[in-house]
């Protein structure tokens, strides 16, 4: 049995990450998400981001395109998958192009949400995620 099973059959609660750099923001979805049965941690940058799945393990991230400092949303994911981290990211902008959605569409278990943002369907991504691995409900 490997740990992710383990967890789930001990009733540990699955840890997300939220990479959210407005406090408020963070906070709020935090809520959300943890009255859904999930542990969540919140990261300011993708620099604080790197640090913590470098440090911990989560099954899903939730990251903001746009971050402050050096590591934006896509850079943190294009270093997480140099490193072979195959973790589900599901991503938030409030300029969804039809480019960065082309890019994002053909990485596996890439999601993109538009801010303001649905919040159904976002705890439905990461419900599908957290069941059914980096294989997005597209």
Do not use: W
């Amino acid at each position: 049995m490997d740990s992710v099973t383990s967890q789930r059959t001990a009733g540990i609660p699955e840890r997300v990450l939220l990479v959210i750099s407005n406090d408020n923001f963070c906070r709020t979805l935090s809520r959300i998400l943890r009255r859904c049965g999930y542990q969540v941690e919140c990261a300011a940058s993708g620099e604080d981001a790197l640090e913590r799945l470098e440090a911990s393990s989560f099954r899903a991230v939730v990251s903001d395109v746009h971050l402050p400092g050096q590591v934006c949303g896509l850079t943190l994911l294009q270093q997480l998958r140099a490193a072979g981290r195959t973790i589900p990211m599901i991503f938030l902008t409030e300029e969804a192009t039809a480019r960065l959605r082309r890019a994002l569409d053909s990485i596996q278990g890439v999601e993109c949400l538009s801010v303001p943002l649905d919040i159904d369907r976002l705890k439905e991504i990461v419900a599908h995620f957290l069941t059914k691995g980096s294989h997005g409900p597209r």
